[in-house]
């Protein structure tokens, strides 16, 4: 017995039936089984009729001319739907087409098997429960159209394709269909359960004040309380939290008496034992006007402080002239610059700063990237290439490998050739990771300390049409030596003391002064 399967196809490319192998006999000598068929209306084209048998010649006559082409006569009602864009037929719809063909006595046993094109004319009734278009066909809500724009952004912009191992199309209508979407609320909270399935801390929404809050800091400007904070350094055991890196002059904090090494034990009653610097910054961040409180251990007290948000200016860059005992006036000369944020100003703050100490005949750098938890990818890029003459900045990658280079021939370069340390800690991520790993696989830096947060990944940021937005995991990245550093790190060549500080003038004394416990040579500091 001869089998023949029939492909079918039609004008519609949208749609794509998958049935089960039907046992239908013609001429008794060949079996026929529809497969990759295609919706199209109501008509089926045979596209291609594929047989495999050892008794070709009892059922066909090899070089019959192409007979007619030929029509169903019988009205088949199918019940169907569209799973994930694929066509399925109800059983009853399937056997109505089965039991047609098995009555049909139209095929002729004289025609080529290679040259058949059979046309199905056929007069369905049917029920579709299906949409022909990218969205449903019930009318659409505004929440609805609001939560569409975020899955869309997701959709076009995500760096992982296959959206977690999920199908993307499938949450979107069982999203639709299911959430609650009646208030803004409710389309919010469907908006993060949605990202939520994607399993990626740094694609997150943004509501529209957090939207705002986000874009005025890296434009220098933040609503805050006016601190930076990284993780601290547990030496004598004591009580994690997160600690005071700097109070902004002037700012609601300083204002409040916190200073640089306190620790912020909880924030709003929330304890900050595990809290991450993100989730933290997120949560000291907030409209301007509106109170946060604040836990905070200063040396061995414990305070209670509740302050007002406002808007606080970020200089992103303090910096330092330590001079290392030496012979008269040609005693060594560092240039201590430490680096906060990289927002709108960073690069630019960057260059001004090593041009001043570079007047003063400074004659080496350190870079301190501690707590420097990121902010504008460009800016990282801009800073990199202050310090190098040539070479290869960062590879940009996606799902199918690198996308995209950065790399400089050194015509932004001024500082390209004098000894350099960049400092770096587990608060270190991000961007302050692109540039920190740069430096050290271009060999223009000797890197200090532990590794770095390990954030191997790139956002953008979107704005969705009612003010809020979503920052959007869109590549990830290797270094100049294509290592992947998402959740390793960069790996410093040295660590530094326990107690080292996190300040200019603590960084001046390790520098100054054998006796210090934190103590580092000139020499020491550049060697590899």
Not at 129 to 147: G, Q
């Amino acid at each position: 017995m001869a089998s023949l399967s029939l492909s079918l196809a039609c004008t519609n490319p949208n749609f794509i039936l998958k049935s089960k192998f039907l046992p239908v006999q013609s001429g008794k000598c060949f079996h026929l089984s529809l497969a990759d068929a295609r919706l199209c209306g109501s008509v089926f084209y045979v596209k291609r009729i594929d047989i495999a048998s050892a008794t070709y010649d009892e059922c066909f006559r090899p070089g019959a001319r192409l007979g007619p082409f030929w029509r169903l006569k019988k009205v088949v009602s199918c019940k169907s739907s569209i799973s994930d864009g694929r066509f399925t037929a109800s059983r009853k719809c399937i056997r109505g087409l089965r039991n047609f063909i098995a009555d049909s006595s139209n095929l002729k046993h004289g025609f080529s098997v290679l040259l058949i094109q059979l046309v199905f004319g056929v007069m369905v009734a049917m029920t579709v429960s299906f949409s022909v278009s990218k969205t449903p066909s019930w009318a659409l809500s505004e929440e609805n159209l609001l939560f569409l724009e975020a899955w869309r952004t997701i959709d076009r912009a995500y760096v992982d394709k296959s959206f977690n191992g999920q199908s993307w199309f499938r949450y979107r209508e069982n999203a639709l269909r299911n959430e609650p979407m009646n208030t803004r609320e409710e389309t919010y909270r469907a908006i993060k359960k949605m990202i939520a399935t994607l399993d990626d801390p740094f694609t997150r929404f943004l509501e529209p004040e957090k939207f705002r809050s986000l874009r005025s800091g890296t434009q220098g400007a933040l609503t805050g309380v006016g601190l930076s904070i990284g993780y601290p350094i547990v030496v004598d055991g004591s009580s994690s939290g997160l600690v005071v890196v700097s109070a902004a002059p002037g700012g609601p904090a300083s204002r409040a008496g916190i200073l640089s090494g306190d620790i912020i034990l909880a924030i709003n009653d929330t304890s900050t034992e595990t809290m991450g610097i993100y989730d933290a910054a997120e949560r000291l961040q907030g409209p301007e006007g509106t109170p946060v409180r604040l836990t905070i251990r200063q040396g061995n007290e414990v305070k209670e402080l509740e302050l007002i948000r406002e808007r606080v200016s970020i200089n992103p860059v303090k910096s330092r002239l330590c001079q290392v005992p030496g012979r008269g006036n040609d005693s060594p000369k560092i240039g201590y610059i430490k680096l906060t944020t990289f927002n709108e100003n960073a690069s630019g703050a960057v260059r001004e700063a090593i041009q001043t100490l570079k007047s003063n005949n400074v004659n080496a750098f350190v870079l301190d990237l501690r707590d420097n938890s990121g902010g504008l990818f460009p800016e990282g890029i801009e800073i990199a290439k202050i310090w190098l003459d040539k070479g290869v900045i960062v590879y940009i990658c996606d799902s199918r490998g690198v996308r995209d280079i950065y790399d400089t021939d050194g015509s932004n370069a001024i500082a390209a050739k004098e000894p350099l340390a960049v400092l770096v800690n587990k608060g270190t991520a991000s961007a302050s990771e692109i540039l920190a790993g740069a430096l050290k696989d271009n060999k223009r830096a000797v890197l200090y300390g532990e590794p770095t947060y390990g954030k191997g990944k790139i956002q953008s940021v979107f704005q969705l049409s009612d003010g809020s937005g979503l920052a959007v995991t869109v590549a990830r990245y290797e270094t100049p030596n294509h290592t992947d550093i998402d959740k390793v790190g960069v790996i410093p060549d040295h660590p530094l003391p326990a107690s080292f500080p996190k300040d200019e003038d603590g960084f001046c004394g390790c520098i100054q002064d054998p006796a210090a416990a934190c103590y580092l040579n000139k020499e020491r500091i550049f060697s590899r």
